[in-house]
C-alpha cells in the first residue's frame, strides 16, 4: 500500500498544521527514523563514546576515597573533561546533521511529493553545504547572545522567565524556519535569513504558540522513547540494592548507565530533528500565506484542463 502524501502547502488553520505534522510522522516515521540513523550512524558511536567516558570518570570519582589525599590520581578526572569535551562536539555536529537533514528530507517531500530517494537528501545537503557552515556560525553567534540576554533578564521575577521563554521559541522558529528557507529553493544565506526573519515576525503569535505546543508535544515524544530503558535502568537498580551490589565499582552497572545515558542524549538529539521537521511544516505554511504559489498553480492547472 502505498504511503499518503501529505501536503504541506496550504492555507491552513493553526490546528490543521499540528494535525500535519502528526500526520506526517505517522505515514512516514519508519523511513525518516531509518535514514535518519543511517545518516547519524558516527555520530550515535561517539555519542556513546563520550558517554561511557562520563559515566566512568563520574563513578570512578564517587568511588574514591579522599581522606588524608588517598587514591588521588587524576584518570577518572581526564575521563570526565574527555568525555565532556566529546560531548559537546558531537551535540554541536549532530545539531548541523539535524537541521540540514530534516530540512533537506522535508523540501524533497514536497518537492517530489513524498516519492524521492534516499540519496536526493544527501545531494541537497551537499549542494548547500557552504551556506549551511556559514548560517551555523551565524546561529552560534545568535546562540550565545541569546545566553548573555537570558542571564540579565534572570534577575527579573516571573516577567524576566517568561521573556527568555518567549526569546528562545523566537531565536528557535528564526532558526528553524532560516534552514529551511536554504532548502526550499536553495537560497543563499541573506535569502534565506531575510526570509526567516521576514516569516517569523509576520506570524510572531503563531510561531510562538506554534514552538510552545509542538515543544511540549515533542517533550512527550522523547519521554515516551527513553520511558523503556528508563524503567529498564530502573529496575536494575532496585534488585541492585536489594542484592547488595555495589553500583559505583561493577563493570556491568557502568555498561548499563552507559547506554541508559546515551539513550537518553539519543532522544534530546532525536527530538531536536523533529523540531526542525515541525518548522518545516509551519515553514510551507506561512509561505504559501505570502505567496499563494500553490494555490494559484492549481488554479492554473484547472484552466489549462478545462
Known sequence: MNTPYIEFRNRNAFGDIINSYFLFLKYNFKKYTALYLRYNALSIILLITASYLLVTGFMGLASRDFRFGMNNDGEHTIYLIVGAIVLVLILFITALINYSFSSAYLANYVNYEGEFESKTVWQKIRTNLGTILIFIVLGAGLYFGYLIVSIIFAFIPIIGMLIQYGL??????????????????????????????????????KVILYGLV???????ITMLIISIPGFIIAIYVYFSIESHVDLITSVFANVVFTLGFAMFL???????ALSQV???VLYYNIYEETNNEFLRSKIDQIGVNE
Open 278 to 280: 515541525a518548522y518545516g
Open 214 to 220: 509542538i515543544g511540549i508535544l515533542n517533550l512527550m
Open 168 to 205: 528562545s521559541f523566537l531565536l528557535t522558529a528564526f532558526f528553524g524556519l532560516s534552514f529551511m528557507s536554504i532548502f526550499s529553493t536553495d537560497k543563499n544565506i541573506s535569502e534565506a535569513l531575510s526570509e526567516g526573519w521576514s516569516f517569523t515576525f509576520s506570524s510572531l503569535g
Open 266 to 272: 539519543l532522544a534530546f538529539i532525536y527530538s531536536q
